[in-house]
């Protein structure tokens, strides 16, 4: 299973407009091929501070996953609310097996 973790921090100004934006990021993500999972996480400690979990079966689903209509218009749409640029942390999923 091919994995990201995505880090990302916002302007705290756009922290909400950021969330529903990655709702809808969220819903198209976990309905592609080959997605296992697509999670959005708020920090406890920074309500300004995110990461998304991004598990797909292979690195092409994760690459073919970047050039669908609802990523780019996310991609996009947050570009100007970011503090600092996004850092995606690729991983090999060992445990549960993609199946």
């Given at each position: ?66 050039s669908t209509a609802h990523y780019l218009k996310w991609r996009d749409t947050v570009a100007p609310w ?18």
């Amino acid at each position: 299973m091919h994995v990201t973790l995505v880090q990302i921090q916002v302007r705290p100004e756009h922290a909400q407009d950021f969330i529903e934006a990655c709702r809808l990021n969220h819903e198209g993500s976990a309905n592609e091929p080959g997605n296992r999972r697509f999670d959005v996480l708020q920090s406890a400690e920074d309500p300004a501070r995110f990461a998304l979990y991004e598990a797909y079966v292979s690195a092409e689903a994760a690459v073919n996953h970047k050039s669908t209509a609802h990523y780019l218009k996310w991609r996009d749409t947050v570009a100007p609310w970011m503090a600092v640029p996004r850092a995606g942390i690729p991983y090999i999923g060992l445990f549960p097996k993609a199946s």
